[in-house]
């Protein structure tokens, strides 16, 4: 199946601070990605869609200023947290799909953010 | 908007034995995928089984196969033949054709195969 690798696996940064998460497709064009949450023991949240060259679709409740998302080519797809603060801290997991062809969703391994 | 439902939270099997996890769903679409992942504490998703609305006949792959009822909005995932590695998470997901591997996710099983 396709890869797609997420960078940095984990990540602890000072409140107030910015961090940059980053899902990359390995071995096909990606238009479309998708960043979920995840807390412990529960199940991913869809944050957002990042589309290729215009502005990610956020869910209801997402602050599009404290997550920044950024798919400047069709295999880079970047998640910012801005002014990140300790209950930013979570599970961060990154998606992309070749298309409607098969459906099937390929996953980052994921990026474990600590706030401290 | 689509929904999905885990009612179990936790189940536990003995290695060797087999277990059935439960799904519902909620659409109002007629063309949509669902499957089932697995998240080890790696926490990793790794696709289980995938089912296409369209068909009738329940997928398998191995130890792994679904009984998808339609009409019931159900989707469950029996594992046959339960290996310790068979410990995870599992979630139910929908996907709506053309949607771009846009997924929705159930609540989430915790199971645990006991030795």
């Known amino acids: 199946g396709a890869v797609v690798s997420q960078h940095p696996s984990w990540v602890i940064c000072k409140s107030g601070t910015s961090v940059k998460i980053e899902c990359r497709s390995l071995d096909f064009q990606a238009t479309t990605m998708f960043w979920y949450r995840q807390f412990p023991k529960q199940s991913l949240m869809l944050m957002a869609t990042s589309n290729e060259g215009s502005k990610a679709t956020y869910e209801q409740g997402v602050e599009k200023d404290k997550f920044l998302i950024n798919h400047a080519s069709l295999t880079l797809s970047t998640l910012t947290v801005t002014s990140a603060h300790p209950e930013d801290s979570s599970f961060y997991i990154c998606?992309?799909?070749?298309?409607?062809?098969?459906?099937?969703?390929?996953f980052g391994q994921g990026t474990r953010l600590t706030v401290v | 908007a689509q929904t999905v439902t885990q009612s179990q939270p936790e189940m536990s099997v003995q290695e060797a034995e087999t277990v059935t996890l439960s799904c519902t769903y909620d659409?109002?679409?007629?063309?949509?995928?669902l499957f089932w992942y697995k998240q080890p504490p790696s926490r990793q998703m790794i696709l289980v089984i995938r089912?296409?609305?369209?068909?009738?006949q329940n997928a398998t792959e191995n130890r792994f196969s679904v009984n998808f009822q339609k009409a019931a909005k159900s989707f469950s995932l029996k594992i046959s033949d339960s290996q310790l590695g068979d410990t995870a998470m599992y979630f139910c997901?929908?996907?709506?054709?053309?949607?771009?591997?846009?997924?929705?996710f159930g609540e989430g099983t915790q199971l645990t195969v006991n030795p």
């Open positions: 659409t109002s679409e007629n063309n949509y995928y």
């Open positions: 089912q296409e609305a369209y068909k009738q």
């Open positions: 998606s992309a799909g070749e298309g409607g062809r098969t459906g099937e969703a390929f």
């Open positions: 997901a929908f996907m709506k054709y053309a949607s771009g591997s846009r997924l929705t």
